[in-house]
């Protein structure tokens, strides 16, 4: 068993990041309120603690505060700005309400580096975030760097191996922030980076089978990377325990049910349950045109058509959701913004408690490129880790005006050829988004000696780091060439094809 690092969690959004930057050190941690007795860290065996950042002033009444007893556990302790401030708090020194609040970049002079910043240069740029500082340095310890305005930025003392830093060294902002956090588990904890995915994955997989025991886990498979991940990590640990539930909306690309049956079915043996409802889809949109109604409609089916088909699946005593910790950020802090739409349209919240369904999500704490490795580590293949993104409402808002089985038939099979020469070209991995758009016009050609009078597909290939902002993807002129002839010929009743060359923003990535 690899050494445990004890992150105490005083309540900053940024404690995921911390653990999230231990990882990445291939070190193991594990996050534990704040008020956690220090004989439990001991039984537990940690090698070292981190206080996490903290939104609240250490003397503010209901601060939270640790068990006192950590600081004599003889184990070496990194306080990260609260941190710092408990530091002085409960270790003698004086902290003080900071008149401003200190907001973001600052530059940290290194007066020594001492092992915290061992081969790291004496200028780095920072980030801070915090109101209260540090004004009188407690017994023992040392100021060994500064910023502009913070004599005290970094603290140590030595003997006992207590640092401090007042700004945050897990935020990408910070230059060499997690080398900083390396040298501290490394260098002075002194435990090893032997911790990887397939550890990540061995430790989930008990902690999947001591939580559900005997009992069954239902989980939504949408095809897309996380409930991929959740499935095949869930299967891995309680095997036939697990049912899948796969919902066939009718506003699939093409094929794409055929690959998760074979997938899934096949290949890894999950007891699949494939669920045609495009029947009840397609009837409820049918006339209807307008985007957010739209996405009502199929997110209310959806839920519905889940619900009917979990029940008659019989008793079940788990939920599984393939939720990524910037999901749990996101539903909380920026609701409204498209992007946490991608969660909201699978939205099944009510359900687990109408259902008497317990919550299982063996993600929660991973970030996207985290999910990737397992999933790649899991045999998923790369098809499917590294698949773009799809919105819930499907070709649903891939086509303008009304949805009707011929429009669908046209926008699936443009939609198959673009797949098809973006894996073949190479771009598909290297853009963020590539798909086809159907258009309710029909515009003139000729065909042979036909006049013909046909519909219009729009490419929409974008390049993204978050979806938040987007570029349209400058496509070589013959990949560009290809797709269109090819939609053009092979696809009966598409007769122009045109490039959307519009940036977000002001264009959203999709049409509707
Ligand atoms: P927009 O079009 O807003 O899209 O620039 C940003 C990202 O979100 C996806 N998207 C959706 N995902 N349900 C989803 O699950 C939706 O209703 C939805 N609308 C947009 C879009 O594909 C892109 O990745």
């Not at 609260?82 to 002085?88: E, N, T």
């Not at 920026?334 to 919240?349: C, D, M």
């Not at 519909?455 to 400058?474: G, P």
């Amino acid at each position: 068993m690899s050494q445990i690092i004890a992150v105490l969690d005083f309540g900053s959004q940024l404690t995921q990041v911390i653990a999230r930057r231990i990882r990445e050190c291939e070190v193991y941690s594990r996050i534990y309120h704040y008020s956690t007795p220090a004989a439990k860290l001991r039984a537990d065996g940690v090698a070292g603690i981190i206080l996490s950042g903290g939104p609240q002033s250490v003397y503010a009444r209901k601060a939270p505060h640790p068990d006192p007893e950590i600081f004599r556990l003889g184990v070496p302790i990194l306080g990260i700005c609260y941190g710092v401030q408990l530091m002085g708090h409960f270790l003698g020194g004086k902290v003080a309400p900071g008149k401003a609040r200190e907001y973001g970049h600052g530059v940290l002079t290194v007066k020594r580096p001492g092992a915290l910043f061992a081969g790291l240069p004496r200028k780095l740029r920072v980030w801070n975030s915090h109101g209260d500082k540090l004004t009188q340095l407690p017994p023992g310890f040392q100021a060994t760097g500064t910023t502009e305005n913070s004599p005290y930025a970094v603290i140590e003392d030595r003997r006992r191996r207590f640092h401090g830093i007042q700004f945050h060294p897990e935020v990408f902002h910070t230059e060499r922030g997690v080398d900083v956090i390396r040298n501290f588990l490394l260098g002075v904890c002194g435990v090893k980076a032997d911790w990887t995915t397939r550890d990540f994955i061995a430790h989930a997989i008990e902690g999947i089978r001591a939580q559900v025991g005997k009992g069954r886990v239902l989980l939504g498979l949408s095809g897309g990377v996380d409930s991929s991940v959740a499935a095949a990590l869930l299967h891995r640990a309680i095997g036939s325990q697990l049912t899948c539930v796969f919902v066939d909306n009718g506003l699939l690309r093409k094929g794409e049910r055929e690959a998760v049956e074979k997938l899934y079915g096949d290949h890894f043996s999950i007891d699949l349950r494939v669920v045609d409802a495009s029947r009840t889809f397609l009837r409820r949109l049918r006339g209807i045109t307008d985007p957010e109604q739209k996405r009502k409609i199929i997110g209310r089916t959806f839920v519905e058509v889940f619900e009917k088909s979990l029940r008659s699946i019989g008793r079940a005593d788990f939920l599984g959701q393939g939720t990524l910790y910037p999901d749990v950020i996101e539903s909380v802090s920026i609701a409204g913004n498209p992007a946490s739409l991608i969660k909201t349209h699978h939205n099944v919240g009510g359900l687990p408690e109408r259902m008497k369904l317990r919550l299982l999500e063996p993600l929660r704490e991973l970030f996207k490129d985290e999910v990737r490795r397992v999933g790649t580590a899991l045999g998923l293949p790369k098809e499917v880790v590294w698949r773009q993104p799809f919105p819930g409402p499907g070709l649903g808002v891939r086509v303008m005006g009304e949805i009707t089985p011929e429009n669908l038939r046209v926008l699936r099979e443009a939609d198959a050829i673009l797949q098809e020469e973006m894996y073949r070209s190479g771009y598909y991995y290297k853009v963020w988004q590539s798909f086809c758009v159907f258009l309710p016009v029909r515009t003139v050609g000729v065909f042979g000696d036909e006049r013909t009078y046909d519909h219009v597909i729009a490419l929409r290939i974008v390049e993204s780091t978050d979806a938040m902002t987007a570029d349209w993807a400058k496509l070589p002129h013959e990949v560009l060439q290809r797709i269109s002839s090819r939609i053009t010929n092979e696809v009966r009743g598409v007769g122009r094809v045109v490039y959307d060359v519009s940036s977000k923003p002001p264009a959203t990535i999709e049409w509707e």
